[in-house]
């Protein structure tokens, strides 16, 4: 941070001695950057700066000022774009606003829109902490996580403003800025974004340089990103610098957000900014200086267009709504090739089939808010394509390998004979089924304000997931089920993404949803939810016969029933609530219900 206190200390250096005696280190340490005790000057011996995301967006601005950043269609149905230099500009206005009135913790509760990428590095290029909420939750878990996370300034859309009510009257006090998503970006933010820049040049008109684009400890958090509460009440999941930086530049690898040539990658915002920080992606296509296409809500027939006259490049969303994604009307096979970033539930090899026909190529990714949303990745290896397409395909929906800037990812065994916080690996041999276990950069830093849910969560020194997987022999890792959604009948495991996968290759079924029921004679059996495609139908009975002549489901796997309905009930960034399944099941269509 370029304060004025730190250029002094800057200008003092110069009347240093060069040989001065090193800051002080403890004794005896083994770091190889240690000599007699002592850390080696970073002038002398040494380069070294904080990893943070942040710095990112300057960079950008000065490499490409007019390289187009963001194009959106605002709420009032206009279009509003930004080259890099504007979008510095933007960001740093409201970064002067924070700064001004001393806000630290930043709620965000808005779309994926300009205001939401101002903010994201605007709240830490003001020393403060990124708070994105998901505005689909029921405003009583909305106010519980400003609250919790000590909220003292929240940017909101105005579609949203009043999922605030609650929150207003248990914190009258927090400052509370609309965005009305303007084209124009006038009222209460255009306001703002005003005071700040006029803020800045009153205190000697710096820019970036008068903020903090380099953190001064990269282990800080810098976002609060908030589990769905599916289970229980939200935990808070601590981000630090450094981990988004290392989140981010692995996206851009694992994703290929660098192009070659002089082509820019075109990435379209699909899923949810507010979702693990948007999978980091608003640091990653900023450090590729690639365009941000932002949009309000998801509209098939919208992104279609997109795709088509802007030859969107990358873009990521969950199996669900690549499948609605391939099924509408307006889907075409495209010109160019579109590399789709697959996660939040394992896919199928069938959507990848469908959508590899279309141009769109499937990148198969996995992990967990606690882990900045990817970090494996199916690979595709040369040899796979000597193989059947059913078998290639299979290959590469598999969660794969651990990310570049992660550790390997780990599948241990599990069962009351192993004791908790011991990690032993299964066999490598893709039959035992154990938990996946992560390691590594991309790790979050634990759950704010619970140190027993972070302690449970780091047992034995690795991140748990919580999801049952087998280990291949060629190190690549496949998720069967998360723990409590494998179904035991008649003594055998059942995997519903198993089940699941086989059952969407009917012609007629779009979407499948397998939960368990309770049965008599074998404690539990499938029942299947079901989608099904533009004027099809279809009867139990001719399901039923259909899924024992299914190679792939062997006849413990047959559900007992099947339930079509008009919608599957699903979370934010499109994985099937398998809870809200089970409710159903038991007759309770209080939630989720059609």
Known sequence: ????????????????????????????????????GHARGTSKWFNYHSLTPTFFLPRAAAIEPDALAIYHKTADDKLLTKTYSQFARKASDFAYYLKKHRYRRIGILCPNTPAFLYATFAANAADGVVIPVNYRLKPDDISYIFQHSDADFILV???????????????????????????????????????????????????????????????????????????????????????????????????????????????????????????????????????????????????????????????????????LLCADPSAQTLKQEVRVIVGASPPTAHLFQSMTGLNLHPVHVYGSTETYAPITRGYDMPAYHDLPVNEMYGRLARQGHGFITSLPVQVIKT?????????????????????????????????????????????????????????????????????????????????????????????????????????????????????????????????????RGHPAISRFMVPKECEVVDELPKTSTGKIRKNVLRQWAEGDRSEGSQ
């Not at 379209?268 to 990653?284: E, N, Q």
């Not at 098939?300 to 802007?310: A, D, G, H, S, V």
């Open 1 to 36: 941070m370029a304060s004025a206190k730190s250029r002094l200390t800057k200008l003092a250096g110069h009347f240093v001695d060069s040989s001065s005696t090193p800051a002080a280190v403890p004794p005896g340490s083994n770091d190889p950057l240690v000599i007699d």
């Open 157 to 323: 859309d105005a579609e949203f403003a009043p999922l605030l009510d609650n929150y207003r009257a248990a914190k009258p006090h927090v400052r509370i800025l609309i965005d009305d998503d303007a084209a124009n970006e006038s009222g209460a933010f255009g306001s703002a974004l005003a005071k700040g820049a006029a803020y800045d040049l009153q205190h000697g008109n710096y820019g970036w340089e008068g903020l903090t684009s380099l953190a001064d400890d990269e282990l800080a958090v810098n976002a609060l990103t908030y589990t769905s509460g599916t289970t229980g009440r939200p935990k808070g999941v601590e981000y630090t610098h450094r981990g988004c930086y290392m989140s981010a530049l692995g996206n851009i690898i694992e994703s290929g957000l660098v192009l070659q040539g002089t082509r820019r990658s075109k990435y379209l915002w699909i899923v949810p900014m507010f979702h693990a920080m948007g999978w980091t992606f608003p640091w990653a296509v900023t450090a590729a200086r690639g365009t941000h296409y932002c949009m309000r809500k998801i509209d098939y027939p919208y992104i279609w267009k997109l795709l088509r006259e802007e030859e969107i490049t990358h873009f990521c969303a969950a199996p669900t709504v690549n499948t």
């Open 415 to 547: 069962g009351d004979d192993v004791a908790e916080g011991v990690l032993v690996d299964v066999k490598k041999d893709g039959k035992e089924i154990g938990e996946v276990v992560f390691s590594g950069n991309i790790c979050a830093r634990g759950y704010y304000k619970d140190e027993m849910a972070t302690r449970k969560l780091f047992a034995g020194g690795a991140l748990h997931s919580g999801d049952l997987a087998v280990w291949h022999p060629d190190g690549a890792i496949q998720i069967m089920d998360r723990t409590k959604d494998i179904i035991i009948s008649g003594g055998e495991n059942i995997s519903s993404v198993a089940l699941e996968a086989a059952i969407v290759t009917h012609p007629d079924i779009l979407e499948c949803g397998i939960c368990a029921i309770r049965d008599e004679p074998l404690g539990e059996r499938p029942k299947a939810f079901i989608t099904l495609k533009t004027g099809r139908t279809i009867t139990n009975k001719d399901f039923i016969e259909w899924c």
